[in-house]
């Protein structure tokens, strides 16, 4: 039995060697993990520096001065600065004097393909009484911006900020007089 011992040894490990390297040539070895690419961050849509989201009239104020004319409605206030052209620039502001809104007429040779670009897919289309004379407002509510642009002619009338929000939300506020759906033939 002693004189068997070393070769049942031998034979064992040799056994264990050929076992060893068939399992590791049959079990894949895991891949490195790679990590995972982080998509490019958004443009910051703020307007001229001012975050709408926390923006109020004083603030506005002092960053675009003393505006040209103020139309202080029921439920808000516009501040009115120059803007491109004949068209001004709307800051709208609630009651509390919080900016609710900026609407900026868009700057000569303003495509609709390169806000896009830029942007991606819109959020949603609505329609509002420019909808007759081709123009859309393409909205992209997570975000705070907006469009208003016409698709045949790759031409934005204007560019809006707004805080982010929801689409009802969007609607009973600064989008009043817009909707998801064409207007019916009658209604501009």
Do not use: C
């Not at 040894?9 to 070895?29: N, Q």
């Not at 001012?50 to 202080?72: F, M, R, Y």
């Amino acid at each position: 039995m002693k004189r068997y011992f070393p070769i049942a040894v031998i034979v064992l490990t040799i056994i264990g060697l050929i076992v060893g390297v068939s399992l590791s040539k049959s079990t894949p070895s895991p891949s490195p993990s790679l990590p995972t690419p982080t998509p490019p961050p958004y443009p910051e849509v703020d307007f001229r520096g001012i975050d709408i989201s926390t923006a109020t009239e004083g603030a506005v104020i002092s960053t675009l001065g003393k505006p040209l004319h103020t139309d202080q409605g029921q439920s808000q206030k516009t501040l009115m600065y120059a803007g491109q052209g004949n068209q001004p620039i709307n800051v709208n502001a609630a009651a509390n004097n919080k900016i609710t809104s900026i609407i900026e007429p868009a700057a000569k040779g303003t495509s609709l393909a390169s806000f896009q670009k830029e942007f991606g897919k819109e959020d949603v289309v609505l329609y509002g009484t420019d909808y007759y004379s081709g123009y859309f407002l393409y909205t992209y509510l997570s975000r705070g911006t907006a469009v208003l642009a016409n698709p045949t002619t790759d031409t934005v009338k204007s560019r809006w900020y707004f805080s982010p929000v929801d689409i009802t939300t969007f609607l009973q506020t600064i989008g009043v007089g817009f909707q998801t759906k064409p207007l019916p033939s009658g209604q501009e």
